[in-house]
């Protein structure tokens, strides 16, 4: 059967650029002098744009300290020579209502000084997402936020002028909680998706911005939240670890054509879609990597670099296993994972595919809407 160039380039994102669409799209040659990575690492093709994405950098509550591979992944990031960094939140290890100022405050010197301080020096722009340990959005039973001086330290940190990200921001108003910026043609909206309700009044903020001329005009929208819209991890695949009504924010998603939506939390890397939607499950590089809710494949600390064709608006995969820095085979992960509130496929497989035990299973399981 003859393969389909959408599918030929679907192959290509999950050989992390060995694949058939690296081919496609560039000769032998090309292809060779494409090659750009760490000293020897394993270097995957470069896109027109490529980002290096990182999340769940933080190690156990109230740590000032980060793990080996955290530092070594970070000293590394240069070698790939990206145009961005991008992070899905869980920057420190926060999200204790009995934290004093002080501790919250060594927390964030110590992202300064083991994450944001290096990749500020190697001049790179760095966009990235409260997690529920940065900034929980968690709202108390009194009314306000449940924690409220983290949110306030976390803004302090962000705003303050000698820890600029290098964003060429669109809209800054939310901002570190809720903005959006531009970089090389790419629009980029990240939501504070701390918690599993995103406020109706932000939405209503997202969906103006999607639709907004700078938005529609970009040739590529990209979406960074730190929940999940499905689950994918085993101990996160149940209600207030999602985001809530999944499908009419993917809907939205859909609606002003956002290729992909970037998330951490479930510390589980699973390269997925639903519907129309791109969906890039970042994993933990920080401490507590998950399995997924399917599978036994023994958990790691991934980092993916992410290659970006802008003229077919494709993305190419090449995710490492920050520990052994082995590239992960995307074909071992499962096809399809079953979460509570819906089902998301393999990036590479579409629901056609699946075998008639696994549309099966799904629709036992998860009914018709839970599945397509």
């Known amino acids: 059967m003859a393969l389909s160039r959408r599918r030929l380039l679907m192959l290509g994102s999950l050989t992390g650029g060995l694949g058939l669409a690296g081919w496609f799209a560039r000769s032998t040659a090309q292809a060779a002098a494409a090659r750009i990575g760490p ?49 899905g939140g869980d920057m420190v290890a926060g999200q204790d209502p009995f934290l004093k100022r002080e501790r919250i405050e060594a927390m964030w010197a110590a992202f300064d000084r083991f994450i944001a301080s290096p990749i500020r020096k190697a001049n790179l722009p760095f966009g990235f997402t409260v997690g529920n340990h940065d900034a929980s959005g968690a709202l108390a039973m009194r009314g306000g936020f449940l924690f409220k001086q983290e949110r306030e330290l976390t803004e302090r940190y962000w705003n303050a002028p000698e820890h600029d990200p290098r964003l060429a921001f ?65 101990g996160r695949d149940e209600p207030g670890e999602v985001l809530d009504d999944a499908n009419r924010l993917r809907a939205m998603l859909e609606r002003y054509r956002v290729h992909t939506y970037i998330s951490g939390h479930h510390h589980a890397y699973y390269p997925a879609h639903r519907g129309k939607l791109q969906l890039l499950h970042t994993g933990a590089l920080g401490a507590g990597p998950r399995l997924l809710i399917e599978g036994s494949i023994t958990p790691y600390h991934p980092l993916t670099v992410v290659d970006i064709d802008i003229a077919s608006q494709t993305t190419t995969y090449t995710t490492y296993n920050m520990a052994t820095l082995k590239v992960i085979d995307a074909q071992t992960l499962p096809r399809l994972l079953m979460g509570p509130t819906g089902a998301v496929l393999r990036r590479d497989i579409e629901w056609s595919e699946l075998t008639t035990a696994e549309q099966a299973e799904c629709m036992k399981r998860l009914g018709t809407k839970g599945c397509r």
């Not at 406020?199 to 929940?227: C, D, F, N, T, Y």
Request: net charge positive; hydrophobic share 45%.
């Open 39 to 87: 000293k020897g690492l394993f270097a995957p093709i470069r896109g027109d744009v490529r980002i290096v994405v990182i999340s769940d950098l933080n190690s156990e509550y109230r740590a000032v300290t980060y793990e080996s591979q955290v530092v070594k992944a970070v000293a590394m990031i240069p070698g790939w020579q990206p145009d961005m960094v991008l992070c």
């Open 170 to 234: 669109v809209d800054r108003a939310g901002y570190p909680f809720y903005y959006t910026f531009q970089h090389k043609d790419i629009f980029y909206l990240t939501w504070d998706a701390s918690t599993a309700r995103i406020p109706p009044e932000q939405l209503a903020w997202a969906e103006k911005s999607l639709a907004s001329r700078a938005a529609q005009s970009a040739r590529m929208r990209i979406v960074i939240g730190h929940l999940p819209l499905y689950a994918v991890a085993v």
